[in-house]
């Protein structure tokens, strides 16, 4: 049976993780890496990109958009010993979104904007252990913007690469 050990200091992860946004905002994919401070902190860096999203109105206006995020965040995880594969965590960081849009109308070209902005996160997660090194990181994040709440569920797969 796969065994989640307890975080150590300078234990370092590299993780690629797939998923989705709420608001129409579409796919998200991205990576990152994760580095353990404590054995019960884990700080996570990621960049992400997201397809967004492609509407025409009934007045041909089209509209694209797509996302780029960095984002960091430190995982306050909460080890086990019964379970020990299955370790929750709760997360709180900080994340830049860049949203760029572009806006036709059949098919000419009228305008595109970009537009960076930050934001707060929150959320919660677990770290599945699929062996010594592997797992799998499912997490629910809630990223505060400009006003708005934006929902980001992913699943991400990690490795440690220094133990």
């Known amino acids: 049976m796969a065994s989640a050990e307890e975080l150590a200091r300078g234990q370092r992860e590299i993780l690629g993780f797939a998923g989705r946004y709420s608001y129409d905002l579409g796919i998200t994919a991205g990576g990152g890496i994760q580095e353990g401070l404590a054995r019960w902190l884990l700080l996570a860096a990621e960049i992400g990109v997201g397809a967004g999203y492609d509407k025409t109105s009934a007045l041909g206006l089209r509209t694209q958009t797509s996302i780029f995020t960095i984002d960091t965040n430190a995982h306050f995880v909460f080890p086990r010993k019964k379970y020990s594969n299955f370790t929750p965590y709760a997360l709180?960081?900080?994340?830049?979104?860049?949203?760029?849009?572009?806006?036709?109308?059949?098919?000419?070209?009228?305008?595109?904007?970009?537009d960076s902005i930050g934001g707060f996160n929150?959320?919660?997660?677990?770290?599945?252990?699929?062996?010594?090194?592997?797992?799998?990181?499912?997490?629910?994040?809630v990223s505060r913007v400009e006003g708005t709440h934006v929902l980001r569920i992913t699943v991400a797969i990690y490795k440690r690469i220094k133990p």
């Open 92 to 114: 709180a960081g900080v994340s830049v979104f860049n949203i760029r849009s572009a806006f036709s109308v059949k098919g000419q070209h009228i305008m595109k904007t970009s």
């Open 122 to 141: 929150w959320g919660v997660g677990s770290r599945l252990a699929l062996g010594k090194t592997w797992g799998l990181r499912p997490e629910a994040r």
